[in-house]
């Protein structure tokens, strides 16, 4: 005898208190089946609530289903050829790590194929170069004993609220940078990439994308150094090739003269989309509202909040 679900057996309950007959609990079961959403699966069969084939349209989802199919086992066959979803699962482990599998959910497959205007080919190359990278930098395993000198300087940080599109933010003042170390450098901002991304719920809300704010006021040439403009591409890189359609919109604040010779350098390499999101704030601090709720922004940047990152807190939280 098949087990009933709860949904199912309210409906035998409520049939035996009205008197219907079998025949109307039938129909009424129907009813309720075709009511009840069904939930997508990722490719290790996380349940997600957010329905990302809506947003797209008839061709994109034929696009994203052909290039799902890129990255499944090629003999994995049927559900019932393997047996059972577990087989499947064993066949994806054989092909890629837990870190990778971990990695390849449908809106990370949805960012790569915008990230190369849903050509499957580019987004192909351009993905599997980022599994390749995860295994060899390994961001899910920086410590905050592993960049804690760069922590110390207080220069990037993930604020403790969202923007009003449920974003999180990240503030970044590279004044404070006093660091030499080039590839510390770079595994400080992927620690609070990492950081910043773990706040997110695009299961729940679809919302995979960030928020940053950037000032460069009291930067002198210290920071605008050939080492530290090196330090920047190293970093512009990291952020093209493995976190491709995360930027929601970044705020450049108070920017030196010298900022702008390297930005008409970067200008021919960044994407349009991206480009897009990127504005300049001088003295319209106001501009900053139609995003971020006051209360979310600094005092510094005309908002409402106190909250003032502390490296010794940081670290008792650790």
């Given at each position: 005898?098949?087990?009933?679900?709860?949904?199912?057996?309210?409906?035998?309950?409520?049939?035996?208190?009205?008197?219907?007959?079998?025949?109307?609990?039938?129909?009424?079961?129907?009813?309720?089946?075709?009511?009840?959403?069904?939930?997508?699966?990722?490719?290790?069969?996380?349940?997600?609530?957010?329905?990302?084939?809506?947003?797209?349209?008839?061709?994109?989802?034929?696009?994203?289903?052909?290039?799902?199919?890129?990255?499944?086992?090629?003999?994995?066959?049927?559900?019932?050829?393997?047996?059972?979803?577990?087989?499947?699962?064993?066949?994806?482990?054989?092909?890629?790590?837990?870190?990778?599998?971990?990695?390849?959910?449908?809106?990370?497959?949805?960012?790569?194929?915008?990230?190369?205007?849903?050509?499957?080919?580019?987004?192909?190359?351009?993905?599997?170069?980022?599994?390749?990278?995860?295994?060899?930098?390994?961001?899910?395993?920086?410590?905050?004993?592993?960049?804690?000198?760069?922590?110390?300087?207080?220069?990037?940080?993930?604020?403790?609220?969202?923007?009003?599109?449920?974003?999180?933010?990240?503030?970044?003042?590279?004044?404070?940078?006093?660091?030499?170390?080039?590839?510390?450098?770079?595994?400080?901002?992927?620690?609070?990439?990492?950081?910043?991304?773990?706040?997110?719920?695009?299961?729940?809300?679809?919302?995979?994308?960030?928020?940053?704010?950037?000032?460069?006021?009291?930067?002198?040439?210290?920071?605008?150094?050939?080492?530290?403009?090196?330090?920047?591409?190293?970093?512009?890189?990291?952020?093209?090739?493995?976190?491709?359609?995360?930027?929601?919109?970044?705020?450049?604040?108070?920017?030196?003269?010298?900022?702008?010779?390297?930005?008409?350098?970067?200008?021919?390499?960044?994407?349009?989309?991206?480009?897009?999101?990127?504005?300049?704030?001088?003295?319209?601090?106001?501009?900053?509202?139609?995003?971020?709720?006051?209360?979310n922004i600094e005092k510094d940047y005309g908002g409402d909040s106190d909250y003032?990152?502390?490296?010794?807190?940081?670290k008792e939280r650790q």
């Open positions: 005898e098949r087990m009933k679900t709860e949904e199912e057996e309210k409906v035998v309950v409520d049939d035996k208190l009205s008197g219907s007959s079998n025949s109307s609990t039938t129909s009424e079961k129907k009813k309720r089946k075709k009511k009840k959403k069904k939930k997508s699966k990722g490719v290790k069969g996380g349940e997600i609530k957010f329905d990302y084939m809506a947003t797209l349209t008839e061709e994109q989802q034929e696009i994203f289903k052909e290039f799902k199919q890129r990255f499944e086992p090629t003999n994995k066959g049927s559900s019932e050829v393997a047996g059972s979803e577990q087989n499947i699962d064993e066949e994806y482990k054989n092909e890629f790590t837990d870190r990778q599998l971990a990695y390849l959910t449908p809106f990370t497959f949805l960012r790569y194929l915008r990230a190369r205007e849903w050509d499957q080919d580019a987004a192909e190359k351009l993905l599997r170069g980022t599994l390749d990278w995860l295994e060899e930098f390994r961001p899910d395993e920086i410590t905050f004993e592993d960049v804690e000198s760069e922590v110390a300087q207080e220069k990037m940080y993930v604020f403790p609220g969202f923007d009003k599109f449920q974003r999180p933010i990240i503030y970044m003042k590279p004044r404070n940078d006093t660091g030499t170390d080039r590839e510390l450098k770079l595994k400080y901002l992927v620690y609070v990439l990492e950081q910043a991304i773990a706040k997110l719920n695009p299961n729940e809300n679809g919302v995979d994308k960030l928020c940053l704010m950037i000032d460069f006021g009291g930067t002198g040439m210290k920071q605008s150094s050939v080492s530290n403009i090196q330090v920047s591409l190293d970093c512009l890189k990291v952020l093209q090739d493995h976190y491709p359609e995360r930027l929601g919109v970044a705020f450049m604040m108070n920017t030196p003269w010298v900022f702008g010779m390297f930005w008409k350098c970067i200008t021919p390499f960044l994407p349009e989309e991206t480009l897009k999101k990127i504005i300049f704030v001088e003295k319209n601090l106001d501009l900053i509202q139609e995003t971020i709720d006051k209360q003032k990152f502390s490296f010794e807190e940081e």
